[in-house]
């Protein structure tokens, strides 16, 4: 077949192809544009509700919040209370554990003569004066108390053997220095 059409008419018809297709791409741009818009639109309405049902979720629990801000006041002082009661059951002295630790560590035959027991006593030297009926007992309660965890820093002041003694059963007597450990009364 001959293509007798002339030159400007081919130009004319190749442009009006060409316009058309470009119809054709601004037609499906502008329909996908307004498709976008649309899903856009939904989604933010979406959104716009379930906000608005959040926000009066929020302000139906704080509504119910604020009947409970004086229990809440309560268990704030309560629990400051608690940390007192604890601050203070922590420093507590218990006078009758380091009694009985030592009344533990006494081995037979030796008395102890004087314990003067205070909140100053602890983890400061002090002394005992111990009776004993031998010097070797006298020296196993220094042993006994070197071995315990109750005392530290322990020697003997002075050690005499006399024959009246306290009653006469307790001829040796021991003075001692010693440190009681401040975990001993806890």
Excluded: C, W
């Amino acid at each position: 077949m001959i293509n007798l059409l002339p030159d400007t008419a081919k130009r004319e018809i190749r442009a009006a192809r060409t316009n058309v297709r470009l119809v054709k791409y601004i037609v499906v741009l502008v329909a996908g544009v307004g498709f976008l818009g649309l899903v856009s639109f939904g989604v933010y309405t979406i959104l716009m509700g379930t906000k608005a049902s959040a926000d009066t979720i929020i302000q139906t629990n704080q509504s119910k919040t604020s009947a409970y801000a004086s229990t809440e006041t309560e268990a704030q002082s309560l629990k400051a209370s608690l940390a007192n009661a604890k601050s203070i059951l922590d420093n507590e002295v218990q006078y009758s554990k380091v009694i009985t630790g030592i009344a533990a560590l006494m081995p037979s035959g030796t008395v102890l003569d004087t314990l003067n027991l205070s909140s100053t006593t602890f983890g400061t030297p002090t002394t005992l004066t111990i009776h004993a009926k031998s010097t070797d007992a006298a020296l196993s309660v220094k042993d006994k108390f070197q071995a315990s965890p109750l005392f530290s820093n322990i020697s003997f002041v002075s050690l005499s053997n006399s024959a009246q003694g306290q009653t006469g059963a307790y001829p040796v007597t021991a003075v001692m220095s010693l440190t009681i450990n401040r975990s001993a009364a806890q």
